[in-house]
């Protein structure tokens, strides 16, 4: 069985940095479309970032220029580094694996998900 755990996350100052990282089990992240979405109190999971298996990258208009999202084959892992981060940021991040094809930053297309890590960014 295939296994996604996120772990990074923390609180942070408003302009500070913070890097995400999302380990996979049970397979080769090589492997592995991923993508990182958020999700905040009230609001709908939102897409953050997307690296294919061809490291082919895209990211959601609220982070373009701040986040940058890489995968290390060799550690299994892909890596969320966020820079510049606003308030507007703090959220549950989630990685997101099992891609169906489709819209990147539509949560559907993805079926297998870690459970999560928090990130809150304050003044």
């Known amino acids: 069985q295939v296994r996604l755990v996120e772990s990074g996350g923390g609180s942070v100052q408003v302009g500070g940095s913070l890097t995400l990282s999302c380990t996979i089990s049970?397979?080769?992240?090589?492997?592995?479309?991923i993508a990182w979405f958020r999700q905040a109190p009230g609001k709908e999971r939102e897409g953050v970032a997307f690296?294919?298996?061809?490291?082919?990258?895209a990211y959601g208009d609220s982070v373009q220029g701040r986040f940058a999202v890489s995968r290390d084959n060799a550690k299994n892992t892909i890596s969320l580094q966020m820079n510049s981060l606003k308030s507007e940021d703090s959220a549950m991040y989630f990685c997101?694996?099992?891609?169906?094809?489709?819209?990147?930053?539509?949560?559907?297309?993805?079926?297998?998900w870690g459970q999560g890590t928090q990130v809150t960014v304050s003044s």
């Open positions: 997101a694996g099992g891609w169906r094809r489709g819209r990147w930053s539509r949560p559907d297309n993805f079926n297998n």
């Open positions: 049970g397979d080769t992240i090589n492997n592995h479309s």
């Open positions: 690296i294919s298996v061809n490291y082919n990258r």
